[in-house]
Structure formats: C-alpha cells, structure tokens
C-alpha cells in the first residue's frame, strides 16, 4: 500500500475516533466531509486529485468506527 494511501487511511481514523463520542453517524459525515472536501481541494489545483484517497480516507473511518464499537462490547 502506498504511503499516500496509508495517510488518508490514518487521517480518516482519527477523525472517527475524534467524533464517535457524538455517535457514528456524525462521525461518519465528519469522515465523508473531510474525504471529499481534500479532494475537492486537491482539484482546485491545490494537489492531484484521486478517488482512492477519498476511499482510503472513508476505508480508515468506517475501520476504526467499528473497531471502537466493538470494543464497546466487551
């Protein structure tokens, strides 16, 4: 996996954790928001933008939504 990749993954997880104590739904938008709007930015010629980022930024959301929640159970 490219570092890039591993970056955005990252980035998306700690935005989760960061919100999950409002609840997952906001956390998730808070993770879609972030994920569109980089490469929103990215497009505006502030960077390359890739699709991949914004799946990889929305991949480490969801990963860590889950985790958290999981651990909740135990």
């Known amino acids: 996996m490219q570092i890039d990749k591993i970056t955005h993954t990252l980035a998306g997880a700690a935005i989760a954790a960061a919100l999950l ?4 739904v906001p956390a998730l938008l808070a993770v879609i928001v972030a994920a569109v709007g980089k490469e929103v930015w990215d497009a505006q010629g502030h960077g390359t933008p890739d699709k991949w980022d914004a799946i990889a930024t929305v991949a480490g959301g969801v990963l860590m939504i889950g985790w958290l929640e999981l651990c909740k159970t135990f």
Request: no cysteine; glycine share 24%.
């Open 21 to 24: 104590p409002w609840g997952v």
